[in-house]
């Protein structure tokens, strides 16, 4: 791997480390600075499996979360996502003002810890137009999601050649998007807007910035999103597969985050395109009333019993009453 080369010694070091309980190794009161976010503490690995290369995590990113692997693909993408649901799955309780992952995880700091470590490694981070509705503020960077930790995640991109955040991906049929949002105008990212033709054409009524790419597309009765299913989003639904065709013009990079929502995740699922599931379990119940339109971790398309879909639980880790799983899917 091109960006690993000069890295060796440090992923050596780090191998060992993974091998060997990492508590041993690391002395928390010289890594967690006396500022340092209270509530956060290690997660307990309960399970691993040794699929994936070890990511060369610094001091304190490998304390707080274990040894991370990941496979890193020369020539084809890893698309992995990341949801956190309640025990009785519900990802969104889709009430205003609290519609976000924060109400579902307890605003559990772990949690943000996790999120803000997969968005270090990925080169590109996709989500629905949905979810930015609900975050509008946010932009789709380690440091956002955990300010605290932005210098070790800094370092984590460095160490592995990436030295832009990842490209923002926002994809939305109808182009019904505010170009005005800081995930398009702070500067801290560079975005894509994948839409369709009929959205462009919408989104260019207003004034969109230079730095913002805009790819159309035709929308989709695709092969690959099986007949009736892809018409859930009416004339704008675009196939998970062109979505990625037109990141990869965009990106080079192979490590794609699809942070949801629900809806855009289906559409991954719906055509085998979703690698890895990595789901934090929080200990919530927040029940259903009929109509509450409350999500769970994919909508708009259905699999079981015609065609289930069945995961392998890769790697289990415990941070308090959260439990943080991590399965594969091909
Ligand atoms: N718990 C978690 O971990 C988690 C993670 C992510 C999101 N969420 C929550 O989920 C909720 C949003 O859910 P959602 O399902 O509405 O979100 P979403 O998938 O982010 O957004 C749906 C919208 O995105 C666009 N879209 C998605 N896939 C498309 C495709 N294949 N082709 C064309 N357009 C596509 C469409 O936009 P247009 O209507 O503009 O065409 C669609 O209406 C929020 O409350 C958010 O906080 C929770």
Not at 99 to 128: C, E, K, P, T, Y
Not at 250 to 260: A, D, F, N, R, T
Not at 262 to 270: E, I, N, T
Request: include cysteine; charge should be positive; glycine fraction near 10%.
């Amino acid at each position: 791997m091109v960006f690993l080369k000069p890295l060796k010694g440090i992923l050596k070091q780090y191998r060992e480390r993974c091998d060997a309980p990492i508590r041993k190794l690391l002395h928390v009161t010289d890594i967690m600075p006396r500022s340092g976010p209270a509530t956060l503490t290690s997660l307990q690995t309960l399970f691993e499996t040794k699929r994936g290369t070890v990511l060369p995590l610094p001091p304190r990113l490998a304390h707080l979360y274990g040894c991370l692997r990941m496979p890193l693909p020369r020539s084809h993408t890893h698309v992995f996502s990341n949801f956190v649901t309640t025990l009785d799955g519900v990802v969104s309780l889709n009430v205003k003002g609290h519609a976000s992952g924060g109400d579902i995880s307890g605003f559990s700091a772990q949690d943000r810890m996790v999120m803000g470590l997969l968005r270090a490694i990925a080169d590109v981070v996709i989500i629905g137009s949905g979810t930015l509705g609900v975050d509008r503020r946010h932009v789709w960077t380690a440091e956002a999601i955990f300010p605290k930790l932005a210098d070790d995640y800094r370092q984590l991109r460095k160490a592995l050649g990436k030295h832009a955040a990842p490209l923002n991906v926002i994809v939305s049929g109808s182009g019904d998007v505010d170009p005005s949002l800081p995930v398009f105008v702070s500067g801290k990212v560079q975005a894509l807007i994948v839409t369709t033709t009929a959205g462009a054409k919408r989104l260019l009524k207003q004034t969109v910035p230079d730095s913002v790419e805009i790819r159309a597309i035709r929308p989709s009765v695709s092969a690959h999103s099986g007949g009736a299913r892809a018409h859930r989003h009416g004339a704008s639904a675009i196939a998970a597969s062109a979505i990625l065709d037109a990141v990869s013009r965009v990106s080079p990079g192979k490590l794609i985050l699809v942070e949801g929502g629900p809806r855009l995740l289906g559409d991954f699922y719906a055509e085998s395109l979703l690698d890895e599931q990595f789901l934090t379990l929080a200990p919530q119940i927040a029940g259903r009333d009929p109509g509450d339109g409350r999500l769970s971790l994919v909508m708009g398309k259905a699999f079981a019993p015609n065609d289930p879909l069945w995961g392998k639980l890769i790697d289990m880790r415990r941070g308090g009453n959260h439990l943080f799983l991590r399965y594969s899917f091909h």
